[in-house]
């Protein structure tokens, strides 16, 4: 079982940076693929980045390939996403997932979710 929790989300104007980061319970941690996802209003739920369990291998959408990295740290049971170069259609619900085994980009891949933390971008 893994509890997930995101932080970091807020209000950047169009070109700035974030970085969210999402915290996980538990001390397997370390053998979880992790996913990022957002879901902007009246839209699907989209994959972003994902993760594997020891941080060598990352995927990437291709909306968000060359300006969004993600890396984790298993010694803090951390996972983030830095966010850079953002758009206004950047905007939207930004999700951390874990599933065991390989990374993946489906929705019905990942076995536990976060709440979700809001990232907005001005124009």
């Known amino acids: 079982q893994v509890h997930l929790v995101e932080f970091g989300g807020g209000l950047v104007q169009a070109g700035g940076s974030l970085r969210v980061s999402c915290a996980a319970s538990g001390r397997t941690f370390s053998s979880y693929a992790m996913g990022w996802f957002r879901q902007a209003p009246g839209k699907e739920r989209e994959f972003v980045a994902a993760?594997?369990?020891?941080?060598?291998?990352?995927y990437y959408a291709d909306s968000v390939k060359g300006r969004f990295t993600s890396s984790r740290d298993n010694a803090k049971n951390t996972v983030y996403l830095q966010m850079n170069s953002l758009k206004p259609e950047d905007t939207a619900v930004h999700y951390c997932a874990a599933r065991t085994g390989r990374v993946g980009a489906g929705r019905d891949e990942y076995d536990y979710w976060g709440q979700g933390t809001q990232v907005t971008v001005s124009s």
């Open positions: 993760i594997s369990w020891s941080g060598g291998s990352t």
